[in-house]
């Protein structure tokens, strides 16, 4: 029997740490990467900081979708997360994981490994001149190491009353069961958020309670976890949500249910949005258990 | 690295022990650290931010009871009614940054009213002399004497890590290089990796020589261990602090321990019982 592997033994998900990558003498041999920056539109007139009532940011396929499908957004410019370094497209590889994030150092897009390496995310207003809603759209992966820097500049730049993120769920940071059959939303919330429900009256709290916390024991990375770690050391209302599979063409449908069950968040119409079909991502069962 | 308090908290101002975990294999110095958090009556205090973390968050890891109450990369707890401070810290840092973090982190400490590092970790039990096994798998290091020795730990039966050699090599350019601000002069510096370098390149070892390199009295205690189910190492990590700990105190610390909610899951879910 000794070297039959036994298939029912479960390993242990292996280290998060790669030490090759945390040793003393391992240098960070580039300079110090160029921060990211919001680049306005021309025409856009507004004083900087723009001060909305609400900053939308999505990353996930159902939320891309309900953005792209507004009639009535603006745009106001873009996200601009300079290369990290644009001399050495050798060493600026990364690997792309399924959650949207690029392990690995720089902005390196692996699926177009001839682009330059320039991230940008489009940033929208909804409500015309009052700009109330600002809306970010995060199409291509951010990496990593640049999340806390792409975070630092969103809320700079748009310091909203509330923040909410919307993203899939990181399978290979969650250590629950999941079902590719089985649709799902959890919520994280800073503690400025959580704790102004608390002293709110019972008919204005909404019906959020049935939008389950992220179990404990798993995580979050990359610049979802960035944009609220900045909102929860800031005192800022943050709000992330975190859907699977986004398999089903109904998975726009049920991100607006759920964002209605919050009052903040009630304000914003997308059913322009859900009008148009939504092509789900599809995830095999043999990669539920990678 | 810039502290943030929690709402209505602050840091005690008196001096602290400062307990923190370094990044290792199987990740045991973190593990101890979230059993004492969940153990001893601690509050988080606030968090830290600092560029070279990389970004992280969950639900709270402790308790039951699901209030939601967000975690984040790094952050401070206090003991209630005693002298220790925690930081815990639940992501990598970025690659290439581990002695610029280990600096910051350092000055922090040095900046706020730390009496003494503890810092917990994990090394390679397959480093592990083979004369030693079946003797405790604890060592330590300290800056009590410049050798590394320390009495307290002595009187413990611990016994000093054999491959801390001040005087040597890689040790003597870790202690060079944390007593920069910057990185550059290891730029012009050819290291070829080798046994010598194995504990001087190990995080731990960033911050007790940073530490050290700023007049900080530091001591780490280190577990010889592998990577797999290292919750058993944890408690036995946990325990020798709190041995430590009582070295100070008239009479023993108290040695139950509360297992962090969130270690039902730290190795995944349960296999599908349908496959059997």
């Known amino acids: 029997m000794a070297g039959i ?4 033994t479960e390993l242990p998900p292996p280290s998060r740490l790669d030490f090759e990558e945390l040793g003393n003498f391992t240098l960070d041999a580039s300079s110090a990467p160029p921060p990211a920056f919001i680049s306005w539109d021309a025409n856009v007139e507004f004083e900087t900081p723009l001060r909305p009532r609400l900053l939308f940011i999505a990353s996930s396929p159902s939320g891309l979708h309900l953005i792209s499908h507004l009639p009535e957004k603006r745009l106001l410019g873009s996200v601009v997360l300079p290369a990290e370094d644009q001399s050495d497209e050798g060493s600026s590889k990364g690997s792309l994981s399924d959650d949207g994030n690029i392990k690995g150092r720089s902005v390196y897009d692996a699926r177009n490994p001839r682009k330059q390496s320039v991230h940008t995310c489009n940033v929208y207003a909804l409500d015309g001149e009052h700009a109330s809603v600002i809306m970010v759209a995060v199409q291509t992966p951010i990496a990593e190491e640049r999340a806390n820097t792409w975070a630092r500049a969103v809320l700079e730049a748009i310091a909203a009353d509330r923040v909410m993120v919307v993203t899939m769920l990181q399978r290979e940071h969650y ?3 999941l079902s590719a059959d089985d649709e799902v939303i959890f919520r994280l919330e800073t503690d400025a958020l959580r704790l102004e429900k608390l002293g709110k009256e019972e008919a204005t709290m909404g019906h959020d309670d049935d939008v389950p916390y992220f179990p404990s024991g798993s995580i979050v990375s990359g610049f979802p976890a960035a944009v609220l770690t900045r909102c929860q050391l800031l005192g800022l209302k943050g709000r992330l949500l975190l859907s699977w599979p986004e398999s089903r063409s109904s998975a726009p449908s049920l991100l607006v249910t759920i964002l209605n069950r919050f009052p903040d968040i009630q304000c914003l119409d997308f059913s322009s949005s859900l009008q148009v079909p939504f092509k789900g991502k599809s995830v095999s069962d043999l990669e539920i258990y990678m | 690295m810039e502290f943030y308090a929690v709402e209505q908290r602050s840091m005690k101002a008196e001096p602290m022990t400062l307990l923190t975990p370094a990044l290792s294999i199987g990740n045991v110095g973190q593990l101890a650290v979230d ?9 988080k205090v606030g968090y830290l931010d600092d560029p070279c973390i990389l970004p992280c968050i969950g ?12 975690a984040v990369a790094l952050e401070v707890y206090e003991e209630q009614d005693d ?13 290439g940054s581990m002695l610029k973090f280990s600096r910051s982190f350092s000055n922090w400490a040095n900046s706020n009213n730390t009496g003494e590092v503890v810092i917990l970790s994990g090394v390679d039990s397959g480093k592990r002399p083979m004369r030693d096994i079946g003797s405790s798998p604890i060592r330590y290091i300290s800056t009590a004497n410049p050798d590394g020795t320390d009495p307290r730990c002595e009187a413990l039966g611990w016994k000093k890590l054999e491959d801390y050699l001040p005087s040597s090599d890689a040790w003597r350019k870790l202690d060079a290089q944390s007593l920069q601000e910057e990185d550059e002069a290891l730029k012009d510096t050819d290291l070829q990796m080798s046994d010598e370098m194995y504990y001087p390149s190990l995080p731990f070892a960033s911050l007790f020589s940073c530490c050290k390199a700023r007049g900080l009295k530091a001591v780490c205690i280190l577990l010889f ?9 944890a408690f036995f990590l946990g325990d020798a602090l709190q041995i430590f700990r009582s070295l100070n105190t008239i009479g023993s610390r108290p040695q139950t321990w509360n297992v962090p909610y969130s270690w039902r899951s730290v190795y995944g879910p349960p ?4 496959m059997y």
């Open chain 2, 35 to 43: 059993l004492l958090i969940a153990s001893l009556q601690t509050h």
């Open chain 2, 271 to 274: 296999p599908d019982p349908t």
């Open chain 2, 225 to 233: 261990c592998s990577e797999g189910d290292n919750i058993q190492d």
């Open chain 2, 59 to 70: 639900n709270d890891p402790y308790h039951a009871v699901d209030k939601g109450e967000l």
């Open chain 1, 175 to 177: 250590r629950g069961k």
């Open chain 1, 5 to 8: 592997q036994d298939p029912l």
């Open chain 2, 83 to 95: 002298d220790l401070r925690i930081v815990q810290q639940r992501a990598p840092v970025i690659k």
